[in-house]
């Protein structure tokens, strides 16, 4: 973080997404988007991405491993709606149906230099068992509507979410 | 602390100082001896023991030695850093290297050595001799400390800071004191004698001198160390310095130069650097401060001679100190003391300042769950209720309140009714009794008689004491005034004892004559209905004592009466005595003055004056009877009698039981059986109304026999703010109908001491006036009856009763009443009573004025020091300084103060942070505002102008904009209505539903998985793929550039084509466009305009299409003829107003696209023939057919527009007409020819498409009736279950958002009159008249005005007062004109093009259905193809709503006969009949005639705008204005309004063509509703006639408007451009 000029003070992020523990699943893959308020505005790097996809690692800790890199500057005036990386992860079901896995959501860190984020991951559930089934067999899983949604906190109220898995970040600022 | 305590632990703190400082000493001693050691064994760290490098012993030495010894000679050749502590033996150098260097030291030293004996020559004993002492001291040191070292160097270790600084400061002195000292090595001699010379123990006496010189220098401390060992090793080390400094001044020279260069020789060779650990700490040493640990003596921390003062000793009051562990506090106590002024931290006790302890006892925050625990505990979820997000009013909410949950507790035990009109008659009595009982019981508790009795005999013993001449000898003036004090006191006494005796009688007797009277009437009813019984129970007494103490106490009485009246007696003879005197005197005087009166008159007339009252006679005043003893003992008797009891009389104490025995039912009559029947029917119940609001009620209790109801329950309130009020309602039940409202009961409002637990339990009383008569034995209530048999002495009773409660306030779980603060109560200061404990300490409850507080506070002269007054202290300075708050609990702006890194002026004045907080409110010009920049000095001042603009003109009108004021009024209240409903609609913006974050297939029902399963087997590629949807885009991460519009034209029909006749007047300039026909070679572009040469004689024309949106502009190629066909697909970027792409903005776009159709002309404008051969100069003019407009509102709305659309053509295009095309013979021609004008087939879209704003999903409340809405839900699901594309519409939201039943909104409704008059015989000509009325009032679509929130149906005559509706309005305005005309109409709703889902007017003329365009005024018949409208959901009639059921909905289909059920399901139908709603239109319009002259002005004004506008847009170019042509335009458009341009052409072509002979003409009029400005301007922009760059162009722009009544504005636009024709 640097003052560049004499408006604006710029944001850069570099890191990657690491590896995640998704004990069920294997084959996943990972996309990631920047969520930021209006004095916000990405001057050079990436926004979104999308990453390859992974298989679990053969050892004890059966890690998926990304390494995926991002690297994006932003620039602002006000610190108000410091951006954050929402990350979602797919991957194919039991009959190859792209589902997805997981949501996460982190700022990215206030303070500059080195920093590891355990995100932890979560899913919409369905809203009765008839439809958990029916998703689970048409391959139409619950989703958002935007994976952005994760970073508001409009809206949320009264939702139910459950499966927390978790993500590895690491996110130089 | 205790200050005996810390005084105890200071000395002991002392004494273990000086130890410590004995101890620091001795472990200098020992620890430098254990150095010393160290330093032998390694012999590394000094130069002197260089010597060990000495040839002649090098083969002695050990390897281990030898090795080590090259260490410091590298070291040394770049720095010396002699005096460094030891090294340890770490260091390897290689050997070869070793040996190398060996053996250039060898050369060296040789060449030193020679120098060097010369030197030794002359101080030839001093060194040596130095040498000696260190190693003998070594040996005794280490002798003698060896057992205890170990544990010294323990101790060593902890204060090895302080000792290390001091060794530290001796060292970089010693550094300091000869820098340029190079590394000089010790002779070889040297070394010799330190190992082989015999050391004398005697020092010498320079040596002595150098020793003293060199302590000088050291540090203080260590001279301190050095007294008692003046030898010790520390000091070896700065001698043998002094001998080096020696040896430097003398052989610098010599010496320096071959060590020098030897350095400078071998540098590259050095191993690599190493900084050992210790030289690194003694480094940071050297920066580092590090204080000690130790206490600090207290003398050290105070003045000089001051003794600490304790002020706790003293007796004052002193905080309690915030817990610092003790080494803490010694670091911080020894930092400050080496600061300079450092003592000003220390307090008189000598401790360091320090505020009472702000901390708390306990966390604030939440404890954290550990990463150890179990991964299934933090994942366990809980339920949180949401807390709404109250978006408007997060400002309003005061930051100093807590919102919390207070709660009351209401604990309603029962219900009693003294009265209830199912009393019987001994219900009453009995209720009387009961109370009477209550009553006497009351007294007898209080026994205020007995009170008085012994207050009057404790007043007589102490008269008759104080009467006792040997006790009052002292001051016998103030004992007779308290005698007296004492007497008048009896008697008032014994005044009230008497009538107090006098109730307690007469309260028996009534008892006893109401239970008479409840026994009569038992018996007289013969049966018993209460079980009430009263006995009187008789004491005795003892007749003799009794009839003494009465006859004692008459006689006291009698006495006293006496002597009152005595002293009366006295008084009054004193009286008597004096007026006798006066009137003696007066009678005397009166004789006096007679006399003298006869002898003296003349001498003395004034003397007559001194007579006081000559013309009063004084009366012989009479003399008092005196008192009669008899006669007052009678009237005490008397007294006595009445009210006491007589001697000897029983003492009667009545005792009301409940053990009488009721009569059973069957054993009485009819009546009371009915009685008790309908007793047993009635059930009562309380309400709780909080704030005149119901929170809850107690279950239902039937009534009991005995009129009690016991409901034992309590009601938890869970309140927010100071209760206003507290209300019971009891609401009886009889039988099942239904319950009345008895009574209300006004509860108080606990004091806020008064808590759960504590609250006693209070009977309020109620009573109700409600009249009640029954037809049983009941009394009623509010009606006479009496209980003689003659009806005589009537009574009325009211209902009337007693509810036992108690209110308190309840208490939290952790002890604290959860009471609303008390500022809510609008005092300020209370609360900070509420919460500090200071008012529990001082136990009073209900202090409400905290200024009172510190007043008698000040008044009491309270301690302030006293520590059991320091709550109350602070609490009255809160009070005072003008704190309102102490809070006992955390909050986050507890110090909010000192946290406020600015002043709120500050902030208020600060650009930046209001740009933030208006933003933040959504305030409409900073919505989506990007980017506020980061200071204040960057942030413009015009940012805020528009805002500040239109705060202040909210209520002024402005008219600058709006020409008319009318509209300008319109506009403004239009702006408000929109800012209103806006504000309403942003809460529910932020409402979200689960569909609106997570996609979730639905549950597939058997349909939709059969059609799957069909699809399974479906072909993957179909031979005629069907076209699937697009992908829908949310428009959130959307940018500039990111969407277009794309607009596909296809073709057109019938473009007016160009007209042969006119090449009458052209003929002149034909020469010219001969060229032309000539150029054969390129006969596709060859222009084949000028027909009339044209070999078919066909008259052509050339046109091409140009969309225009957001000024930017496309167009097509051109094609030809008036069939053309283009099927180009134009792009346009679209830009959403501020780069903002969300669905509210989006919808709010008031954009239009423009598509106009042009003709591309040719003309040659090569003015010389002869260059024709060389070039070609043609100029292409385009000439405006017509245009269609279609807002981008809906195309957003409708995705997409597809469909053939009529052309708006001017009604006159001169040069151009519509031919009847002989050679077209295609089928549907003739069905075209029937509707005039020209169409355009177009495809429009948004890529990508946008998802549309959804409306919101608001539930509005209604008037209307509960089942027809019910009605209306049920209709439009299985409409929308049968058909689900069509449109149904049963329920709209009017105009204050309100749910309104559709056919409330049809009603005939007058046109103007003067639209009535004008053909009265032509009933056609009226509807179209009518219908071009109404469509001349402005179209304005609810979206835009409310984006996206919902549609608004305003009624006519608000629709006539905005002037400013979209299709709803417009249809319904004309549905209800062709109402009144008596023709039969609907409302039709369903879906046109370009419009989507839309109203249109249908009407039945005799044989055929007209369906009319209410916003454009066209009419078209049922089958006519071109009619916009495509489909039709249902009809709306007056009284009636059908919906379409037949298979199609196209008009051109489908049946209007509404009467068959089978194609029309009506709403209301046998089963539902009609309820006969009323309209919510008004009565009648009323109409006001628009001012002709206000009409012109505006005509005047806007000619005068658009000419200036034309010669804006024409900004290189002169544009000049034929003010002959304008004139004639001006007189030609009224005759366009008369005929609503239609068949003027011809007229008007001919007359222009005789006026503007010789000039080229192309212009046209235009005309639209006049709504404001703009759409005018755009209007004239998009025709493109300024366009024209012909050097002598000029133009003409004429204006008319046609004023309709209730300022209706038609208003036409002539614009022309003339070219004069050569």
């Known amino acids: ?173 | 602390m205790n200050p005996k305590e810390e005084k105890v632990k200071i000395i002991t703190e002392e004494f273990s100082e000086n130890n410590e400082v004995a101890e620091v000493g001795r472990q200098k001693k020992t620890s430098k001896v254990a150095r010393q050691k160290r330093k032998k064994r390694l012999p590394t760290a000094g130069p002197e023991e260089m010597v060990s490098e000495n040839p002649h012993l090098g083969g002695q030495q050990e390897p281990e030695q030898e090795d080590s010894d090259t260490r410091p000679l590298s070291m040394m050749s770049r720095r010396g850093p002699r005096s460094l502590p030891p090294i340890p033996s770490a260091s390897r150098t290689g050997f070869a290297e070793f040996s190398m260097r060996e053996r250039m030291r060898e050369k060296l030293q040789a060449a030193r050595s020679k120098a060097e004996s010369t030197l030794l020559q002359e101080i030839p004993t001093t060194r040596p001799r130095r040498l000696q002492s260190p190693s003998k001291k070594e040996l005794e040191t280490e002798f003698g400390t060896e057992p205890g070292e170990k544990v010294q160097r323990t101790k060593q270790e902890d204060d090895s800071q302080s000792y290390s600084r001091v060794k530290f400061r001796d060292s970089a002195q010693k550094i300091k004191s000869k820098p340029p000292v190079p590394p000089g090595f010790p002779s070889a001699e040297e070394a010799y004698n330190f190992f082989t010379f015999n050391y004398d123990p005697e020092p010498e006496e320079s040596e002595e001198k150098s020793q003293t010189r060199n302590r000088d220098e050291t540090n203080q401390e260590e001279e301190e160390g050095e007294e008692e060992e003046p030898t010790v090793h520390g000091e070896h080390k700065t001698v043998m310095q002094d001998e080096e400094e020696l040896l430097s001044a003398k052989d610098a020279e010599d010496f320096l130069l071959g060590l020098d260069h030897a350095a400078e020789d071998f540098v590259a060779v050095r191993p690599a650097d190493y900084e050992s650990v210790h030289v690194r700490l003694q480094r940071e040493k050297e920066l580092l401060f590090v204080p000690s640990r130790l206490t600090v003596p207290t003398y050290k921390k105070l003045p000089e001679n001051v003794q600490p003062r304790f002020l706790e000793d003293e007796g004052l009051y002193i905080g309690a100190r915030p817990e610092v562990p003790r080494t803490c506090q010694n670091i911080v106590e020894n930092r400050l003391l080496t600061q300079d002024p450092g003592r000003k931290w220390f307090g008189d006790d000598g401790r360091i300042l320090a505020l009472p302890n702000p901390t708390k006892g306990f966390p604030s925050r939440p404890p954290m769950l550990t990463q150890e625990q179990d991964i299934k505990a933090e994942l366990e979820t809980l339920y949180k209720k949401a807390i709404k997000y109250v978006h408007r009013s997060q400002h309003m909410i005061g930051s100093g309140d807590t919102p919390g949950n207070f709660q009351l507790d209401i604990d309603i035990l029962g219900l009693i009714f003294t009265h209830h009109p199912c009393f019987s008659r001994e219900h009453v009595l009995a209720a009387k009794l009961a109370q009477l009982y209550d009553q006497y019981l009351a007294r007898h508790q209080r026994n205020k008689a007995k009170f008085l009795t012994d207050k009057l005999q404790a007043l007589r013993i102490a008269v008759q004491t104080g009467l006792n001449p040997a006790k009052t000898h002292k001051s016998l003036d103030t004992t007779q005034k308290t005698i007296n004090e004492y007497k008048s006191e009896i008697r008032q006494t014994r005044k009230l004892r008497d009538a107090e005796q006098e109730k307690d009688r007469t309260l028996l007797k009534t008892i006893i004559k109401v239970w008479k009277e409840m026994k009569s009437l038992r018996e007289f009813q013969r049966f018993t209905n209460t079980p009430l019984k009263l006995v009187l129970r008789k004491e005795k007494v003892d007749q003799k004592a009794d009839e003494e103490a009465y006859e004692a106490e008459i006689q006291a009485e009698i006495s006293e009466l006496l002597e009152e009246h005595m002293e009366e007696h006295e008084q009054k003879m004193e009286a008597y005595r004096a007026a006798y005197q006066q009137w003696k005197a007066w009678k005397k005087a009166q004789r006096a003055k007679k006399k003298k009166k006869k002898q003296a008159v003349e001498e003395h007339p004034d003397e007559e004056m001194e007579e006081p009252y000559p013309g009063e006679e004084p009366v012989k005043p009479v003399p008092p009877e005196p008192t009669d003893r008899a006669l007052i003992e009678q009237q005490v008797r008397e007294r006595a009698a009445r009210s006491r009891r007589r001697p000897g009389e029983p003492t009667l104490v009545p005792e009301l039981s409940l053990a009488g025995s009721v009569t059973p039912n069957e054993q009485c009559p009819r009546v009371e059986v009915l009685r008790r029947e309908d007793v047993k029917k009635r059930s009562v119940y309380l309400k709780v109304i909080f704030n005149d609001k119901e929170v809850s009620r107690t279950d239902s209790r039937p009534l009991g026999a005995d009129f009690r109801v016991h409901f034992g329950q309590i009601f938890n309130l869970q309140i927010f703010n100071w209760p206003e009020s507290l209300t019971l309602q009891v609401y009886e039940t009889v039988g099942h109908s239904g319950t009345t409202l008895l009574a209300e009961v006004f509860l108080p409002i606990p004091e806020t001491t008064v808590v759960t637990g504590r609250a006693p339990i209070e009977e309020v009383e109620f009573s109700s006036n409600q009249h009640v008569t029954l037809d049983h034995e009941g009394v009623g209530s509010g009606v006479p009856f009496s209980f003689e048999a003659d009806g005589s002495n009537q009574l009325i009773l009211m209902t009337s009763g007693k509810v036992s409660n108690s209110v308190a306030w309840a208490i939290g779980e952790n002890g604290i009443p959860l009471i609303p603060p008390l500022s809510q109560q609008n005092i300020g200061f209370r609360s900070a009573l509420k919460r500090a404990d200071a008012i529990s300490s001082i136990g009073t409850s209900g202090l409400t004025d905290l200024k009172k507080l510190a007043k008698w506070a000040a008044e009491s002269k309270l301690d302030p020091n006293d520590p059991n007054n320091a709550p109350l202290m602070q609490l009255i300075s809160v009070a005072t300084s003008g704190e309102s708050y102490v809070p006992d609990f955390f909050r986050l702006e507890q110090l909010q103060q000192e946290f406020n890194f600015v002043s709120d002026e500050e902030l208020n004045r600060s650009k930046r942070f209001r740009l933030l907080c208006l933003r933040s409110q959504e305030v409409p010009e900073f919505r989506n505002y990007k980017q506020i920049p980061a200071y204040d000095r960057e942030i413009m001042e015009k940012v805020f102008q528009d805002y500040e603009k239109r705060l202040q003109d909210r209520n002024v009108i402005e008219t600058k904009d709006h020409i008319d004021t009318h509209r300008a009024i319109v506009a403004k209240y239009l702006q408000q209505v929109r800012e209103s409903v806006i504000n309403r609609f942003l809460i529910a913006k932020h409402h979200f539903l689960l569909s609106d974050l997570i996609v979730e297939e639905e549950v597939p029902n058997i349909s939709i998985l059969g059609l799957s399963l069909f699809k399974l087997a479906e072909q993957k590629r179909p031979l005629r793929p069907r076209r699937k949807g697009r992908k829908k885009v949310t428009a959130q991460n959307l940018s500039d550039g990111d969407i277009k519009v794309l607009v596909n034209i296809i073709r057109a029909y019938d473009i007016p084509v160009r007209k042969p006749t006119t090449s009458k007047f052209q003929q002149p300039s034909r020469s010219s466009r001969t060229f032309s026909e000539k150029r054969a070679a390129s006969p596709t572009t060859h222009s084949p305009t000028h027909s009339s040469d044209y070999p078919l004689g066909q008259v052509l024309v050339r046109p091409f299409v140009e969309v225009s949106f957001q000024r930017t502009i496309c167009h097509t190629t051109t094609a030809e003829g008036p069939n053309p066909s283009w099927n180009e697909e134009l792009e346009l970027p679209f830009r959403a107003p501020n780069g903002d792409y969300s669905t509210t903005s989006l919808q709010s776009v008031k954009d239009d696209v423009f598509i106009n159709i042009f003709d591309e002309v040719l003309y040659d404008v090569l003015e010389d023939d002869r260059e024709r051969g060389s070039g070609i100069h043609t100029r292409i003019e385009r000439h405006w057919l017509g245009s269609v407009k279609i807002p981008f509102s809906t195309i957003y709305f409708q995705a997409k527009i597809d469909g053939t659309f009529k052309i708006d053509i001017p009604p006159v295009l001169l040069g151009y007409s519509k031919e009847r095309s002989m050679i077209m013979e295609r089928g549907f021609d003739s069905v075209r020819s029937l509707s005039e004008g020209s169409y355009i087939t177009l495809f429009i879209t948004i890529e990508p498409q946008l998802v549309p704003g959804e409306l919101v999903r608001e539930k509005f409340d209604s008037q209307e009736d509960e089942k027809l809405l019910q009605a209306t839900e049920k209709f439009q699901t299985e409409c929308a279950l049968k058909f689900p594309h069509r449109q149904c519409l049963t329920t709209v939201t009017d105009i204050s958002g309100k749910t309104v039943f559709v056919t409330r909104y049809l009603k005939p409704l007058n046109p103007p009159q003067e639209l009535l008059d004008a053909c009265p015989n032509n009933p056609q000509a009226t509807a179209e008249l009518v219908a071009r009325y109404v469509s001349l009032i402005p179209f304005l679509p609810d979206t835009v005005s409310f984006a996206g929130i919902c549609d608004l149906w305003s009624t006519s005559d608000q629709f006539l007062d905005l002037l400013a509706g979209d299709e709803e309005e417009h249809a319904v305005l004309l549905c209800n004109y062709f109402l009144f005309l008596g023709k039969k109409a609907w409302l039709m709703m369903g879906n046109a093009i370009p419009e989507g889902p839309t109203a249109y007017v249908l009407t039945r003329e005799q044989s055929h259905y007209l369906i009319w365009n209410p916003c454009s005024g066209h009419f078209y018949g049922q089958f006519d193809t071109f009619c916009p409208l495509k489909s039709v959901g249902c009809l709306i009639g007056p009284d009636n709503i059908w919906f379409n059921t037949q298979r199609y909905d196209s008009p051109l289909r489908i049946n209007f006969d509404v009467t068959k059920p089978k194609l029309w399901k009506s709403f209301f139908s046998r089963s539902l009949p009609y309820p006969g709603l009323s309209s919510i239109q008004p009565e009648e319009l009323i109409y006001q005639r628009t001012d002709k002259a206000a009409a012109a002005e505006l005509q005047d004004r806007i000619e005068k705008i658009l000419k200036e506008k034309i010669m804006d847009w024409r900004p290189r170019h002169l544009t000049r204005w034929n003010r002959y042509c304008t004139s004639a335009l001006r007189h030609f458009l009224p005759v366009l309004e008369r005929s609503r341009g239609e068949d003027v052409e011809d007229d008007h072509r001919a007359e222009l063509l005789k006026q503007l002979g010789d000039y080229r003409f192309s212009g046209f009029p235009l005309h639209m509703p006049y709504s404001e400005l703009k759409p005018l301007i755009e209007a004239v922009y998009s025709t493109g006639v300024h366009n024209i760059d012909v050097p002598n162009v000029e133009f003409a722009l004429a204006v008319y408007i046609h004023p309709y009544p209730k300022n209706v504005l038609s208003v036409w636009i002539y614009v022309a451009s003339l070219i004069r024709n050569r």
């Not at chain 1, 619950?142 to 949320?156: F, H, I, L, S």
């Open chain 1, 1 to 173: 973080m640097a003052a560049a000029g004499p408006s604006v003070f710029l944001l850069m992020v570099n890191g990657q997404v690491e590896s995640a523990q998704f004990p069920e699943y294997d084959d996943l893959y990972c996309k990631y988007c920047f969520v930021y308020g209006q004095d916000w505005a990405p001057t050079a790097g990436l926004e979104e991405g999308i990453s390859q996809i992974t298989s679990k690692s053969q050892d004890v800790r059966r890690a998926l491993v990304w390494n995926f890199p991002i690297d994006v500057t932003f620039k602002s005036t006000n610190p108000y709606g410091w951006p954050q990386i929402v990350l979602s992860v797919y991957g194919p079901d039991v009959f190859g149906n792209d589902v997805v896995r997981g949501y996460g959501a982190v700022h990215v860190p206030f303070s500059p230099g080195r920093h590891k984020r355990t995100i932890p991951m979560f899913v919409p559930e369905s809203t009765s068992k008839l439809q958990k089934f029916t998703s689970w067999f048409m391959g139409r899983r619950p989703e958002y509507t935007d994976p952005k949604v994760v970073a508001q906190g409009e809206g949320r109220e009264g939702k139910a979410w459950a499966q927390w898995l978790s993500l590895c970040l690491w996110l130089r600022s």
